[in-house]
């Protein structure tokens, strides 16, 4: 049974910093891509960012280049996403998502469509 458990989230001030973790088991995780979604009440889950089993192949949203960072400990089946600078606009609901698309998630890895499974989600709330 694959399970993918996000935790981390909270509450921020505008400017401050959170690091959120996805803790995976059932997967054969260091051949396995990872990827960072989010979804703001009534919008739809947007990419953040992603990386493949090895972490050699690396992708970020444009709204999260240079304040995120996406990175991976292939030794504890664990993803995470490190967040500095945060903004009123990052406040989401972050969910960690794993992909079982092989070659496709290296011309897709933006799309929800390359990740089957799911966690359930860790919220962010920024404080201005």
């Known amino acids: 049974q694959v399970q993918l458990v996000e935790s981390g989230g909270g509450l921020v001030q505008a400017g401050g910093s959170l690091r959120l973790s996805c803790a995976v088991s059932?997967?054969?995780?260091?051949?396995?891509?990872m990827g960072w979604f989010r979804q703001a009440p009534g919008k739809e889950r947007k990419f953040v960012a992603a990386l493949n089993g090895a972490a050699t192949v690396i992708e970020y949203a444009d709204f999260a280049e240079g304040r995120f960072t996406i990175s991976r400990d292939n030794g504890k089946d664990t993803v995470y996403l490190q967040m500095e600078d945060l903004k009123s606009e990052d406040a989401a609901d972050y969910y960690c998502?794993?992909?079982?698309?092989?070659?496709?998630?290296?011309?897709?890895?933006?799309?929800?469509?390359?990740?089957?499974?799911w966690g359930q989600g860790t919220q962010v709330t920024v404080s201005s």
């Open positions: 998502a794993a992909s079982d698309s092989g070659s496709s998630w290296y011309t897709n890895r933006q799309s929800v469509r390359v990740y089957r499974y």
């Open positions: 059932g997967l054969r995780f260091g051949s396995t891509a």
